[in-house]
């Protein structure tokens, strides 16, 4: 009679654990709270609800966050974009001047210097006009009234003219006086005093 009561207790304990290990496998496959035994790296199925004053976070489903986020292959394009080459070389680079190594203020604006209108005007005026290349060193008249003639050189040419004349094609006699010429340049009308050479 022993034996019969010892092995119902030992049926017993081993239907016990038997239902338990069905339990706790049912449990671990249908998401319910953590399962015993060491925490493994892979997040488990098993979600927990959240406490009551923290807001749940929306999750996005699996196929509503494959539509907004490209494959990678897709964005790993080997052609090259010429515009985009082409406005990045039209970009230069104008720095201030400042050392960015350095903590301080940028330097002071120096102020312009204001011109005086009129002396603006004086230095924008024209160069005079270059001065006559001409030399006075004689005179000749004859007796019988003829009009004085004078001798003028320009470097190595020698001229005769008399008023009115026009020397060196550029060079027009105005006045001729006792010891000086007035003589006018026609292509700048600038107008000039010649005196007599001595020597």
């Not at 049912?26 to 790296?41: D, L, M």
């Not at 203020?105 to 009129?118: C, D, I, Q, T």
């Not at 060193?137 to 020698?158: M, P, T, V, W």
Request: no cysteine; hydrophobic share 35%; charged share 25%.
């Amino acid at each position: 009679m022993k034996l019969g009561t010892e092995n119902k207790t030992k049926t017993i304990v081993a239907a016990l654990l038997g239902v338990f290990a069905v339990f706790m496998l049912v449990r671990a496959f249908t998401g319910g709270e953590e399962t015993a035994g060491p925490p493994s790296s892979t997040p488990s199925i098993a979600t927990k609800t959240p406490p009551a004053s923290s807001t749940p976070a929306k999750r996005k489903p699996a196929a509503d966050r494959g539509k907004h986020q490209p494959l990678l292959a897709q964005t790993l394009d080997p052609t090259l974009r010429f515009d985009l080459l082409k406005s990045s070389e039209d970009v230069t680079y104008k720095g201030s001047g400042r050392d960015i190594f350095r903590s301080q203020a940028p330097p002071p604006e120096v102020p312009k210097p204001v011109v005086n209108p009129v002396e603006a005007q004086r230095r924008q005026a024209p160069p005079p006009p270059p001065p006559i290349n001409l030399k006075l060193y004689g005179y000749a008249q004859r007796k019988n009234g003829e009009a004085k003639k004078i001798f003028l050189s320009s470097g190595d040419d020698i001229f005769v003219a008399k008023e009115g004349d026009i020397v060196n094609r550029r060079y027009k006699i105005l006045k001729i006086n006792n010891n000086s010429v007035d003589v006018e340049d026609v292509l700048t009308n600038n107008r000039q005093t010649l005196y007599l050479q001595q020597g």
